[in-house]
């Protein structure tokens, strides 16, 4: 079995591990099926959850606290979606808490036989494919790098290790 444990480092204030097994229940993770093929807006993450969190605000003063029974079907449904999904991670958040230094300018994606270089805009765009069919990517994984564009889709960089920011 594969080491699963991804590292950021280079020219970072912090080097950062990155342990995709978890990221199926983070948020932030993005539908690889339709990724793609869906409009993105960019939005600012602290006005997505303050948007989310008036929203809920105002249904609880609307409807109360009580879940109607609807609630358990779109839980279940939900959950179903999560053990099937592909999902795959935005890199950008995690970049960013390593804190990039100034005059940083490409990043290095190491695998199991190859370094490619990206530009550190590019990188920012990229996400990190981490399930197929609700399992992790064993045999080729522990993550799949695809480049925000797409252009990649149907042949992603495979077998990740490591992001050394130049």
Known sequence: MTNEILLINGNVKFSITLDPSVWIFDDRKV??????????????????????????????????????????????????????????????????NAEISEGAHAVEIHTET???????????????????DGKPLREDGPVHLYFGDGSNVDNPIVQVRRFTVL
């Open 31 to 96: 539908d690889l099926c339709t990724y793609f093929n869906e409009p993105r807006l960019e939005q600012n993450q602290l006005e997505q959850y303050t948007k989310s969190a008036a929203e809920h605000w105002d249904r609880e003063i609307r409807e109360g606290a009580a879940f109607p029974p609807i609630q358990r079907s779109v839980t279940k449904f939900e959950k179903e979606k999560m053990i099937t999904g592909t999902f795959a991670m935005p890199l950008h958040p995690f970049l960013q």
């Open 114 to 132: 190859k370094v490619y270089t990206l530009t550190l805009q590019d990188a920012m765009q990229a996400i990190l494919g981490f399930s197929k």
